[in-house]
């Protein structure tokens, strides 16, 4: 047991008080030393002690205290509500608070207690002491409060910040979005009388007529050309590219039947009338029994063919949208990841460096088909050109820009 309770803390972690609570001794700084001893019988407690006497004591309620010592009577009461306590005697009752220091009584300071450092104060002095460690702690309440009434504000306005930022951000997405559901509900209710306008009747029409359709609609009215202008150049880049759109391959026998009844569907309505949406959103639906893969390739091979006259139009940017909701297809785009450019290789003095791409000025025809970009006449218009000193003279082909050059190199197309 350590020593008049050095070292030992209360439940606050302070000093406890200094004093010695022996089975017969008491010694304290305000009670001085004396003898008690203690005895219980019966539910009564009997206490003698030197310096106050002899005391009988019961409890008859809990917290409730009830005593005679010296021939005096005396009551004593303790009663806890959240940060106040009830003290109750034959004078009347008062409210304390406890705190970290001890007790602070409301009605009767002078009945206050302090411990400092073990020692315990009562009286005028623990009031004064506990009066001004509680204006102390009511400050330090306030300005934890505003702290955090701060830290919560800028909190809120940093989210409702970004909130608004990504808010901003979506706001035209969100707009496109809702120009294209209103634009497709419109379609919706029209595509009964659409469906109508086409002959023969779409229904009796095979799957690589609708495919021609849509075709003739993606890659003409697209750009804002009529069906009739494009589709003998569509049939020959078919034929002649037929490799690299296996799906779309089969539709050259339809081109010419589909033709006339398309521009009769779409009421010679101009790109900016919505007939050429109506006629897609119709076209789309009717390819919706394709299976998902292939009606996907469907959409990728098209969209390839379009690219490969230059960016897509606004228009085809629509309609592309549109067959992509009647078909059921979800549009995604997202950005290619740049490839890494290969290493060049170390010079092998007096030998001629080994490559594992395609020589420009000596591959042959159908090796150069396997660059990408170059079909049969494009190969041969490349062939012409040798020999080629540099990859940018292949800008001279028709077809072939800086983006197409940079996808020749990056394929592995080289000059020796």
Known sequence: MAFLNLGKKDAYGKQRRIEHRGR???????????????????????TANTSHGFRVSGTPARNTQVAFQNGRFILRGRY??????????????????????GSFNWFRPNRSSAKLAGVQVRGKTAAQIQIVYMLFAAVLAVVQLVAAVLIGAVRLVLEVGGFAYRLVLAAPYA???????????????ELPDTDLAFQPPIQQWRADAHLAGWLLAYLGWGPGHAATEIKDALRQRLS???????????????????????EAARGGATEDQPGSHAVVAVLARHLRALPAEELAEVLLQADDLALQDGPRSVLQEELLEVF??????RLQEVEAEPEAAPEPAAPDQGARPVSSGIDINTAGLEELQTLPHLGPERAQAVIALRPV????????????????????????????
Not at 24 to 46: D, E, I, W
Not at 180 to 185: D, E, K, Q
């Open 24 to 46: 017969y001794l008491r010694a304290s700084r305000t009670g001085g030393v004396a003898l008690r001893a203690q005895a219980k019988a019966a539910g009564v407690n009997v």
């Open 80 to 101: 806890r509500s959240g940060p106040f306590h009830l003290n109750l005697s034959k004078t009347g009752a008062t409210v304390s608070t406890r705190n970290r220091l």
């Open 175 to 189: 707009w496109n979005n809702w120009q294209r559901r209103r634009r497709n509900r419109g379609l919706e209710r």
């Open 240 to 262: 002649t590219d037929d490799a690299g759109f296996p799906v779309l391959a089969p539709t050259t026998q339809e081109l010419d039947d589909t033709t006339s009844s398309l």
């Open 324 to 329: 992509a909701d009647f078909a059921g297809v």
């Open 389 to 416: 000193q540099d990859l940018g003279a292949l800008q001279a082909v028709d077809g072939i820009g800086p983006k197409r050059l940079e996808d020749l190199r990056a394929a592995g197309a080289y000059c020796s």
